[in-house]
């Protein structure tokens, strides 16, 4: 089994900074990528940003030059630096993690969810 615990979601005003963390437990054989998703309430899941193993990284534009994703792979986790925070970044975040396996295969698991919100 593999877990992923998030941490580091709450409220804060516009303007504002929150980091949020995800580490990866379990049995882990590797780790192919790490990245973070958003849903806010009506909408669908979106990703916001993602790192590969190697550290290549993608950006929703939306975030873009605000938020930063970072890994750390001794300790399998992942993190999110968010910067200048707007109302409209509110929503749930989940962390992913593609794993890979010996056979190839490559399965993706989730974590709980940590809400965000942003108050104008």
């Known amino acids: 089994q593999v877990q992923l615990v998030e941490s580091g979601g709450g409220l804060v005003q516009a303007g504002g900074s929150l980091r949020l963390s995800c580490a990866a437990s379990g049995s882990i054989f590797s780790i192919n990528a790490m990245g973070w998703y958003r849903q806010a309430p009506g909408k669908q899941r979106e990703l916001v940003a993602a790192?590969?193993?190697?550290?290549?990284?993608n950006y929703a534009d939306s975030v873009k030059g605000r938020f930063t994703i970072s890994r750390d792979n001794a300790k399998n986790t992942v993190y999110l630096q968010m910067n200048s925070l707007k109302p409209g970044d509110t929503a749930a975040y989940y962390c992913?993690?593609?794993?890979?396996?010996?056979?190839?295969?490559?399965?993706?698991?989730w974590g709980q969810g940590t809400q965000v919100t942003v108050s104008s």
């Open positions: 992913n993690a593609k794993l890979g396996y010996v056979d190839g295969s490559e399965y993706d698991y």
């Open positions: 790192i590969t193993s190697g550290g290549s990284t």
